[in-house]
């Protein structure tokens, strides 16, 4: 089955802790995308790659890290500098990242930091 | 900015019709998608729209106007699997989606 898949789907953390969030696709996309979602608000980029060892901020980009070492993997770390890390997360991939590429979804982590 | 703007709720009857409006900035449009959300899950495609008028897909149409800056989706015959959050997205001319805030509807038998 091809797809996307992120886990865990809920994560707990303390404040001050630093958290990875594995999203990994077999998709063969070259694009991955983190986003984060709130209530009442639109999805928010983190950070985009469209290519292996490459990477881009998006909007909200300040407190998270990612890294891309391999084609299916975009793990996105939230750290201690994240002022408001409590949401859900969305990574999505697409084809080639390019103007009108459909970006498929994974199922999320909702991460709740106390 | 590139505000994209659509209803933050509506309702409507088993078996009805409804239509989710979205309004967006025309200046460097590049396409428009629309997702389905249900709560707690992921949100998965529906539509792309790229060239103004309707594109039919079984109970879902959406519209697109590209010189209003306006799309519309369209569900008929509504079930209740349908109650979930829609989201519409926008292409502008870099590499990322501008997403609103997406309308959640709630159908009612």
């Known amino acids: 089955d091809g797809g996307i898949t992120q886990s865990p789907k809920y994560l707990f953390r303390k404040e001050g802790q630093n958290v990875t969030l594995s999203c990994e696709q077999n998709?063969?996309?070259?694009?991955m995308y983190w986003y984060r979602q709130d209530p009442g608000q639109g999805l928010r980029l983190i950070y985009y790659s469209q290519i292996v060892n490459d990477f881009q901020k998006g909007d909200i980009a300040e407190g998270y890290s990612v890294s891309r070492e391999k084609k299916e993997s975009f793990p996105l770390t939230v750290t201690s500098a994240q002022k408001n890390p409590t949401a859900f997360y969305l990574c999505?991939?697409?084809?080639?990242?390019?103007?009108?590429?459909?970006?498929?979804f994974g199922p999320g982590t909702r991460l709740t930091v106390l | 900015g590139q505000n994209i703007d659509q209803p933050t709720e509506m309702t409507a009857t088993e078996g009805a019709i409804v239509q989710i409006n979205c309004t967006y900035q025309t200046s460097g449009f590049n396409g428009l998608f629309w997702y389905q959300q249900h709560a707690g899950e992921a949100p998965t495609f529906l539509s792309y729209n790229v060239l103004d008028g309707l594109e039919e897909k079984g109970r879902f149409s959406s519209f697109l106007s590209r010189s209003k800056g306006y799309s519309y989706l369209l569900l008929k015959e509504l079930q209740m699997k349908d109650s979930a959050s829609y989201l519409c997205a926008v292409s502008y001319n870099t590499d990322k989606l501008i997403f609103g805030t997406g309308t959640r509807l709630q159908v009612f038998p």
């Open positions: 999505a991939s697409s084809n080639s990242g390019g103007l009108g590429d459909t970006q498929y």
């Open positions: 998709l063969n996309h070259d694009a």
